[in-house]
């Protein structure tokens, strides 16, 4: 089980959801369950519209996680995957701070995912 506490501007308050991990379901799928409006538009990991945030809850207890090339290309076009988290993805499988929703499957870890409300904003 994952609490995940969904924070944006566009909200009153932050929203806390809890998400069963074997479901493989992703973060995006968690939000438009709880009707949470993240931005979205491909689902597919290739536009980046569903940029968000994510801080680890859990301190050292980081889920590893390995970035799909899609993802990782898009991250990287916009600017929100610096040299030293590509290489800490790519070597430790630890995910950098910068998802997309539609690519981030919920594990068994408490996250804060935090949004703009923009497409591609976080």
């Known amino acids: 089980m994952a609490t995940i506490y969904f924070s944006s501007p566009l ?12 479901k493989r379901s992703t973060l995006l799928g968690v939000a438009k369950e709880n009707e949470i409006k993240i931005p979205f538009e491909c689902q597919d990991g290739e536009c980046g ?22 993802e990782k290309n898009v991250l990287k076009s916009i600017g929100k995957l610096p040299k030293s988290e590509e290489e800490r ?3 430790k499988d630890l995910p950098p701070t910068f998802r997309l929703a539609c690519q981030t ?18």
Request: proline share 2%.
């Open 11 to 22: 909200m009153a308050h932050n929203k806390k959801v809890e998400a069963v991990a074997g």
């Open 49 to 70: 519209s569903c940029l968000v945030k994510v801080v680890h809850l859990d301190g050292e207890r980081i889920k590893g996680m390995m970035l799909t090339d899609k």
């Open 89 to 91: 993805a790519q070597v």
């Open 105 to 122: 499957i919920v594990t068994d870890e408490d996250l804060l995912v935090e949004f703009t409300g923009e497409p591609g904003g976080a």
